[in-house]
């Protein structure tokens, strides 16, 4: 039961307050510097119980606020037929609470006002009377028949908190194998949780919605990782014609996933300029963001390896709770209720698999979007990686030696899993070896060993993950029925400039340096002279976005072929104005020229310049094209992190002393832009290993609202991220280059944790939870007799 003592983190507060908070928290925002004549703010009424009916709901005080113009509560949506929207797994989620809040900070009403400072007075202004009821936060719990039923809103379904049961692989071959291995091999089990984080990009969500009732135009500028996917949905929602909405998402502040979904701020805005006829922003606090808006991971997840004595490996067997929190709003494609956990065979060469899992409903946020990762592909990874370590020291196994033991060898590619992803390319034995000359492996074994009896705690932890990124095929990824192929629009301008736009939306990751590059290339031309443009729906062509590492993957595909289409008109250009068969003609960057007379020639540059002024009478004038790419399968980057730890017995820190990162992404375009997405994303790996978990205490008051609470690593912790790499290109990519931004967010956690098991594996320790805090290793010394005053 909610007590009267809960606290709530950023409720009640006047808006100076918040001011400084936003200050304070590191936010700001590109949307919040649009700036339109007549514009008015919104704020949001939340929730301060994580479970209650609403009895009743008087906005009289806060319409009497100075500047407070209106205030919008479920019922008023619910009038309009907006009161629910469809979330990207098919559940629907209250855009406001009508009759019932389902976690704390749940958006109750919305407030529209000529100020943010009358916004806030007119949210402390709203009496909401609640009754509180029973809070169900541990999902282990969550099918208990005394369990609160959350959901009764979903009347087509069986009153349960449970959400689905999913499954793949082969059970009965599965089973046996594990019957052979309990008779003559080795079976491990581990439990372990990889517990409910948050994305937290530097900015926050936020948006300005604009309705025009002159041209019925609706314009709104939003925190958003894909636009056109984003248009759809509000055309399809609120009924509103396509073509009259545009979204324009300009720089975004980092994403990681939390700007995927489209979330109850983004609806009232909306909805309020559409009632009020002028513009009005809503942009969301640190608190809000990390309360409500969608977070990652929250998998409880039981795995089990079976082998034969030697440590060759068999079998997989994994069994996963899933919290979803009050709403089913993960961010997954269609056909995928769990993303693609069932990559979690990783790069070995298991026989048999079977995977399930069952996701419930408690009453935290909804999320369970794709964290930079590509759909759950860190908990697969986390549970592999875990799995084996457990394994090597039940059989007294060097993790190292366990692991290129059961590789798919490089030979073996294409890779059909047993869980049958189709493996493109990969050599897992190269990476590995490669991290462990770096490192100096076996110096690294020998000093452990000296340490040890020294007494000391030394670690080492590897991480040999592979991923599995850059969704479509459209025929089997699909997000709320569009299909996953992205685009890129390639116009050549007479001078030989060159505009290209993209189906895909930057978030800091550097697509304009690195997809003008992939078209420069294609054209022999400077990467200056292309210009790359995106997140406007009124000029990109459509995309599906950038989450999941599928921008190089699929738009970087769909770059080079739009570019190629561009150079195969410029060839017909070539051979009219050379006078030659285009079979004749050669191919050097920049340049067509014919066979056996290479003085004979045009630059690209010429060829543009032609296609506006003297072109082929046989062919429409201009220079531009628009590729729009279905990849025919994902591409599967891997790597091999070795982490070396120290372990201090007084107090329980662990000090990380070496990462080495080896990473293979297939094709490079750009080593710098790699190597900054590999620091970034191994800072973010650091992060749940170590620090971040968004908790509740049983009343599901949110513990971890603010940056006080919820510990992001800073530089400070960061320890000196050691790369390296090699390249196994992917064979049906048009450039062979693979995914790489979120490789190390989902490398990285299992190496530091296998570091620290690995430290203590003497003594009997096979896991620890994350985030390993001081304190929960030092309680793991006290119980092991290691740790000291
Ligand atoms: O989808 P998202 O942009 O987050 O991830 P990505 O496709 O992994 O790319 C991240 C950045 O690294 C982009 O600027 C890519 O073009 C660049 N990249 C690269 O230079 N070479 C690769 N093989 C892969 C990515």
């Known amino acids: 039961m909610a007590s009267e003592t809960q606290h709530v983190h950023g409720l009640g507060e006047a808006y100076k307050r918040k001011e400084d908070a936003r200050f304070i928290r590191g936010q700001g925002n590109y949307v919040d510097d649009v700036q339109l004549p007549g514009m008015l703010y919104g704020d949001i009424v939340r929730s301060p119980y994580a479970h209650a009916l609403i009895k009743h709901i008087d906005i009289s005080a806060a319409l009497a606020v100075p500047g407070v113009l209106a205030v919008i509560t479920g019922k008023d949506l619910d009038a309009a037929g907006l009161a629910w929207m469809p979330t990207l797994s098919a559940d629907t989620e209250a855009v406001l609470a009508l009759d019932r809040v389902h976690y704390q900070m749940q958006e109750v009403a919305f407030v529209v006002a000529t100020s943010r400072y009358a916004a806030a007075d007119g949210v402390e202004a709203v009496d909401v009377e609640y009754e509180p009821l029973p809070v169900l936060v541990d999902a282990k719990k969550a099918r208990n028949p005394d369990a609160p039923l959350l959901r009764p809103d979903k009347k087509d379904r069986q009153p349960t908190?449970?959400?689905?049961?999913?499954?793949?692989?082969?059970?009965?071959?599965?089973?046996t194998a594990f019957a052979e291995a309990e008779a003559n091999g080795i079976v491990v089990r581990q439990d372990m949780y990889?517990?409910?984080?948050?994305?937290?990009?530097?900015?926050?969500?936020g948006c300005v919605a604009d309705y025009k009732a002159a041209t019925g135009k609706l314009t709104v500028w939003m925190t958003s990782q894909a636009p056109h996917a984003h248009r759809t949905l509000f055309a399809i929602v609120a009924g509103l014609p396509e073509h009259r909405i545009r979204i324009i998402s300009p720089d975004i502040g980092g994403g990681f996933g939390n700007k995927v979904p489209i979330y109850p701020g983004y609806v009232c805005a909306v909805v309020a300029s559409l009632k009020t006829g002028r513009p009005v922003k809503w942009i969301e606090d640190r608190t809000e963001n990390l309360s409500s808006t969608g977070f990652g991971r929250d998998y409880h997840i039981h795995a089990e390896i079976a082998s034969d004595k030697d440590g060759n490996v068999q079998a997989l067997r994994v069994n996963?709770?899933?919290?979803?929190?009050?709403?089913?709003?993960?961010?997954?494609?269609?056909?995928?209720?769990?993303?693609?956990?069932?990559?979690?065979?990783?790069?070995?060469?298991?026989?048999?698999?079977?995977?399930?899992?069952?996701?419930?409903?408690?009453?935290?946020a909804p999320g369970g979007i794709a964290y930079r990762c590509s759909f759950r592909v860190t908990e697969a990874?986390?549970?592999?990686?875990?799995?084996?370590?457990?394994?090597?020291?039940?059989?007294?196994?060097?993790?190292?030696?366990?692991?290129?033991?059961?590789?798919?060898?490089?030979?073996?590619?294409?890779?059909?899993?047993?869980?049958?992803?189709?493996?493109?390319?990969?050599?897992?034995?190269?990476?590995?070896?490669?991290?462990?000359?770096?490192?100096?492996?076996?110096?690294?074994?020998?000093?452990?060993?000296?340490?040890?009896a020294r007494g000391?705690?030394?670690?080492?932890?590897?991480?040999?993950?592979?991923?599995?990124?850059?969704?479509?095929?459209?025929?089997?990824?699909?997000?709320?029925?569009?299909?996953?192929?992205?685009?890129?629009?390639?116009?050549?301008?007479?001078?030989?400039?060159?505009?290209?736009?993209?189906?895909?939306?930057?978030?800091?990751?550097?697509?304009?340096?690195?997809?003008?590059?992939?078209?420069?290339?294609?054209?022999?031309?400077?990467?200056?002279?292309?210009?790359?443009?995106?997140?406007?729906?009124?000029?990109?062509?459509?995309?599906?976005?950038?989450?999941?590492?599928?921008?190089?993957?699929?738009?970087?595909?769909?770059?080079?072929?739009?570019?190629?289409?561009?150079?195969?008109k410029a060839k017909k250009i070539a051979s009219y104005l050379l006078e030659v068969g285009e079979e004749d003609l050669e191919w050097e960057p920049g340049r067509f020229y014919v066979r056996g007379a290479p003085d004979k020639g045009k630059t690209i540059q010429e060829l543009a310049f032609a296609a506006y002024t003297n072109c082929p009478p046989y062919l429409e004038p201009g220079l531009e094209a628009v590729n729009y790419y279905d990849?025919?399968?994902l591409t599967y980057p891997f790597g091999s992190y070795i982490c070396i730890v120290d372990i201090d017995r007084g107090t329980g820190q662990v000090?990380?002393?070496?990462?080495?990162?080896?990473?293979?992404?297939?094709?490079?375009?750009?080593?710098?832009?790699?190597?900054?997405?590999?620091?970034?994303?191994?800072?973010?790996?650091?992060?749940?290993a170590m620090y971040e978990e968004l908790a509740y205490d049983a009343d599901g008051n949110i513990l971890s609202g603010n940056f006080q609470d919820y510990l992001i690593p800073t530089s400070m912790e960061t320890p000196r991220w050691e790369t390296d790499r090699t390249v196994t290109p992917s064979p049906h990519h048009p450039i062979g280059a693979k995914g790489v931004g979120e490789s190390p967010t989902v490398g990285a956690p299992q190496a530091i944790v296998n570091a620290v098991v690995d430290a203590l594996a003497h003594v009997g320790v096979r896991h620890i939870d994350i985030p390993l805090s001081p304190w929960k290793v030092w309680q793991v010394l006290k119980e092991k007799g290691l740790a000291t005053d």
């Open 161 to 175: 908190n449970h959400i689905y049961h999913w499954e793949t692989g082969d059970r009965a071959a599965t089973d």
């Open 456 to 568: 000391e705690l030394m670690g080492i932890g590897i991480s040999s993950f592979t991923e599995i990124v850059g969704a479509g095929p459209g025929k089997h990824f699909d997000i709320a029925g569009i299909q996953m192929f992205d685009s890129c629009e390639v116009r050549v301008h007479p001078t030989g400039k060159v505009l290209a736009r993209i189906g895909v939306q930057t978030q800091g990751q550097g697509h304009e340096t690195t997809f003008a590059q992939i078209i420069a290339a294609e054209l022999g031309m400077s990467p200056d002279d292309v210009d790359v443009e995106h997140g406007d729906t009124d000029t990109a062509p459509y995309g599906l976005g950038t989450y999941a590492s599928r921008s190089t993957p699929v738009s970087g595909a769909a770059s080079a072929l739009a570019a190629r289409k561009v150079r195969d």
């Open 194 to 205: 990889v517990p409910r984080i948050h994305p937290a990009p530097i900015e926050t969500c």
């Open 655 to 688: 000090h990380i002393r070496r990462f080495m990162a080896v990473d293979d992404c297939g094709t490079i375009i750009n080593p710098m832009v790699v190597e900054g997405q590999i620091h970034g994303g191994l800072t973010q790996g650091l992060a749940p």
């Open 631 to 633: 990849p025919p399968n």
């Open 320 to 364: 996963t709770l899933a919290d979803h929190g009050a709403f089913d709003a993960a961010a997954q494609p269609t056909k995928f209720p769990a993303g693609l956990f069932h990559i979690c065979t990783g790069s070995y060469d298991f026989k048999h698999a079977f995977v399930e899992v069952d996701a419930v409903h408690t009453n935290k």
């Open 381 to 452: 990874s986390y549970l592999i990686e875990r799995a084996m370590d457990t394994l090597a020291h039940e059989l007294g196994k060097d993790p190292a030696q366990l692991r290129l033991q059961n590789f798919i060898q490089p030979q073996a590619f294409p890779y059909r899993s047993a869980l049958d992803w189709t493996y493109d390319s990969g050599n897992y034995e190269a990476a590995l070896k490669l991290a462990m000359k770096n490192v100096d492996y076996e110096e690294l074994r020998r000093e452990q060993a000296e340490k040890r």
